[in-house]
């Protein structure tokens, strides 16, 4: 289903031009320095805002306009995954593009069924990154070559996808803060959940994965840089 573009979206006439605000997410001030120089070379990009933990994005999401988020998933306050849930959460509409370290076998799947609107490595060039934020901002998704043979092989049941993969958005959500030791009580006052219910997906998350406990979750979770 392609995006709709906010009706909030932001309109600046610059030599006839409209020019797209972007809200910079990473927890590197010298990473949002780089991005912020890359951008301003283009008249057609402003960062309207930077924030450095989930959180900040979160609140600034809330409180201003934005028309595309540009976000890291590797955030010491809280997983991509959350912060990614929550700003679509606050405004479904608004497109998310991943700019991460994290290969997209890693987490490109997992995350497009989360809403994210592309998913792209920070080993791209500047002029992909362009392209991709082009794409989103116009309402459409942006995949890599990688990301769309992983989604044709899925659809088409030739891949080899990693177990991980197959979770739902709930699940995998769940899988990644047990993997990082998180309990099952802790997770369910994060996610406003019963402690039933996030034992019943802990279950399924087990079953789907052929594991036995948390610690298995653990090992998958870094033998498959899930997490470090």
């Given at each position: 289903m392609r995006l709709q573009l906010s009706v909030q979206r932001f309109f600046i006439h610059t030599k006839g031009s409209i020019v797209t605000r972007?809200?910079?997410v990473d927890d590197h001030m010298i990473v949002r320095a780089g991005l912020k120089q890359l951008l301003s070379e283009h008249s057609e990009f402003v960062v309207a805002g930077e924030a450095a933990t989930g959180a900040e994005a979160v609140d600034m999401v809330r409180e201003s306009d934005f028309d595309v988020v540009l976000l890291d998933i590797s955030m010491g306050d809280m997983s991509g995954i959350d912060t990614l849930k929550q700003i679509k959460r606050y405004k479904p509409e608004?497109?998310?593009l991943i700019l991460t370290f994290h290969a997209?076998?890693?987490y490109g799947v997992n995350l497009l069924r989360a809403g994210a609107a592309g998913y792209l490595t920070k080993?791209?060039?500047?002029?992909?990154?362009?392209?991709?934020?082009?794409m989103v901002a116009s309402g459409r998704r942006y995949l890599s070559p990688l990301l769309r043979e992983q989604l044709a092989a899925d659809?088409?049941?030739?891949a080899e996808s990693a177990p991980h993969t197959a979770l739902t958005q709930r699940e995998f959500q769940i899988f990644c803060k047990l993997a990082t030791g998180t309990?099952?009580?802790?997770?369910?006052k994060e996610l406003f959940l019963s402690v039933k219910t996030v034992s019943s997906y802990r279950l399924r998350v087990l079953q789907k994965m052929h594991l036995k406990t948390n610690s298995q979750i653990t090992y998958y979770a870094i033998k498959h840089g899930l997490i470090q």
């Open positions: 972007i809200l910079v608004l497109p998310v997209e076998e890693t080993v791209c060039s500047p002029a992909e990154l362009i392209t991709a934020l082009r659809l088409s049941g030739e309990g099952v009580t802790e997770v369910a």
